[in-house]
């Protein structure tokens, strides 16, 4: 099926129950005030650092309270496992941890947006992400316990395995929703990246290609403001959303911080995919709190006073918030909340302490899926050689 | 004046010498300034060279080669830093495609003097990309050097005379390397940038190695002597171009080569030296030239990562096996 049939004949198939009342997204009209920063008024908002509800003209959001509880939960969890993988490094368990502190909303918000039959693409950091479809938090440890590269079988929650090379994903993900376009499927791709990661030619080309192709695929720039010590002033002039328009599809900016905003936008953005409209960028406009890993020492580079801007604008607060203006939470679904977090916690440390170191000749597994002489012989020759030490201990 | 320095301030330190003597120097990459360097090789650079002289660059390796090729087509020796090995591909392109091949086509009328620092090697607990030895990936191509040195005291002299060269030159730092400390003499006259050197004599053997792997065959050699064992460690120093004199003459002394490299050995640097040394020291050789390296496999996770360098006694299983001939 063509994109032009897939939109033709798609519409009704494609309504779902989260789809947005609204036509398909528009980019913000107005202009940020910092050259890449840009003032609140830029950013699409549904929500108010003090927990307020607001209306957007273009993104809408009807919500229930269990809903709202579901990504208060998601957001408190996935702080809670980051949190303690970030201990686990500390005590030696991880030899390295990207923290996601600070970037929940955009996480939980844009993964919550998506159907199980879409794609998602991440890169190193998107333990929320991975949360929200399903996969089980353990998994994520592996890579940074260095047991595997990676570990899960990306389709069994179409999550892809995170992506350390700068970019790479974002080309894969277009060329996914290249396929889902060419086999008239109506799911959408989301590739995340970072701010630093939109220097790269890689992100450049998927522009320009799943514009040319009209890719399904949304997608999902996480601004945390930093690329390790090079501010997104280092990347670009323009706010980053703005791109879009030189590639010919729409970009938005979202706060980054606003649960529901993030939901809107890229529920609008997967929908814009969906009905043949072709990609859309997403910059959610947020901040890592953290350092970029547990290797990185961010005072040498970072203002003081930068956090605290930003830990007023936390997005786990904000949504508190307004659920205690709602009233759509009481003390015993946060008392609940607590209790599943420190079990969670609990699960997390027994799994990682129980994980067991790979067999030596696990490196010679999988380099080809149709076997290679070459492999085979070196497999032979080093178990030898490892055998040789057996028996030598045996000797003696 | 010799100073005892770590191989990465060694680094710093010829980078800062480099600054200040000549102004068309330039330092670019990815984090090189207020961060220093995710290794803190660059540190402190940028605050007393300034932002135009030390370049924290955009996050694009291809972006960082091919305006360092523009950069030195206008006059600047730029000096880039590639984070960690497995990030140098996006730079691939631009390196093989063009700055290895630019100086040919202009018949040797322009000069490419840019020089590529990538920290290099395994053995330090990374996650995938972090910990690769691409150098024969870069030595098949024609108008790149490449070096990697294996301590203090090179790293600073090498790196000095790499960026005095005229042509592109490939800089791998043992990034396993980086903490340990030698003797730096900064006023002393370096040999040739791509001299071998023999760093251990020996009568049984020879070990030849380069980058990290100087330190293991330097281990090995100890190993060896306690059981009798005397192996002579060659330091290659230079993987494009190789200074076969220096291998084959230990070769003749020795009778047998042990080629021990961190790099897969299939189509590694081993495999041409072994071409090489056999086509001339055939009838010097006591046993054919063996090679000790990665296997043929993605470079493995970190738990496993020592089954899959050449660490000590691999090596020494290389030099049992090459004397049981
Ligand atoms: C091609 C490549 N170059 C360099 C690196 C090293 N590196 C890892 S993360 C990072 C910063 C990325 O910043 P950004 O894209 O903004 O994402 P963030 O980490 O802030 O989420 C760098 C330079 C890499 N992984 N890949």
Redesign the pocket.
Known sequence: MTVESRAAHGSGARKTATAPRKKAARPARRGGGRSTGGAAGAMVQLLTPEGERVEHPDYSLDITDDELRGLYRDMVLSRRFDAEATALQRQGELGLW?SLLG?EAAQIGSARALRPDDYVFP???EHGVAWCRGVDPQMLLGMFRGVNHGGWDPNTNNFHLYT?????QVLHATGYAMGVAKDGSDAAVLAY????????GDVAEAFTFSAVYNAPVVFFC???????S?P?ER?TRVPLYQRAQGYGFPGVRVDGNDVLAVLAVTRAAAEHARSGQGPMLVEAFTY?MGA??TSDDPTRYRPDDELAVWEARDPILRLRRHLERLGAADAAFFTALDEESDALARRVREAIRTMPDPDPMAAFEHVYADGHTLVDEERAQYAAYLASFADHAEEN | MAERLPLAKAVNAALRTALDADPKVLVMG??VGKLGG?FRVTDGLQKDFGEDRVIDTP???SGIIGTAIGLALRGYRPVTE???D??V??AYDQIVTQLAKMHARALGKIRLPVVVRIPFGGGIGAVE??SESPEALFAHVAGLKIVAPSNAHDAYWMLRQAIECDDPVIFFEPKARYWDKGDVDTDGIPGPLHAARVVREGTDLTLLAYGPTVKTALAAAEAAADEGTSLEVVDMRSVSPIDFDTIQRSVEKTGRLVVAHEAPVFFGSGAEIAARITERCFYHLEAPVLRVGGFHAPYPPARIEEDYLPGLDRVLDGVDRALAY
């Not at chain 1, 990246?193 to 790269?200: E, I, K, M, V």
């Open positions: 990207p970037q890169t190193y950091r350390i090379v700068i970019g790479s990246f970072g701010d630093g990661a939109s220097s790269q996480q601004n945390n403001q930093w690329a390790i090079e997104t990347q890592r970029h890993t | 990815e984090d995710v996050l694009a390796e590639i984070q960690f497995g990030f591909f996006p990309h972090h």
